[in-house]
């Protein structure tokens, strides 16, 4: 069973709204709860890059790229954090990956399947 486990992604058109999902089964409460978590998004050709992160107290960070359009959340009973994405962009189509972050602000784990996202007219 894969330590982090992404859905929710989808086609859709240009400024459209998805929320994708990331489930920790692996990650006990005890971990999962001070983590810091992070979406990545991986565009083809391009690197894997930070697109958003939260804190155990909800501070929130995104890159400057979806500041305004996209929500970072988690559900600490759940095990789970959450992308709300809104005013989609072609720009935006990507794979997109969850991820602990280490102390350095490094992904801590292995990456999962992630789950893709298109954003086409």
């Known amino acids: 069973q894969a330590q982090l486990v992404e859905s929710g992604g989808a086609l859709v058109q240009p400024g459209g709204s998805l929320r994708l999902s990331c489930k920790a089964p692996r990650m006990i409460t005890s971990v999962f709860n001070p983590s810091v978590m992070a979406w990545y998004r991986q565009a083809p050709g391009k690197e894997r890059e930070l697109v958003a992160s939260i804190t155990a107290d909800s501070v929130r960070d995104y890159a400057d790229s979806v500041k305004g359009r996209f929500t970072i959340s988690r559900d600490n009973s759940r095990k789970q954090v959450y992308l709300q994405m809104g005013n989609l962009k072609p720009e935006d189509t990507a794979v997109y990956y969850c991820?602990?972050?280490?102390?350095?602000?490094?992904?801590?784990?292995?990456w999962g399947q992630g789950t893709q996202v298109t954003v086409f007219s």
């Open positions: 991820n602990a972050l280490t102390a350095s602000k490094y992904p801590k784990y292995d």
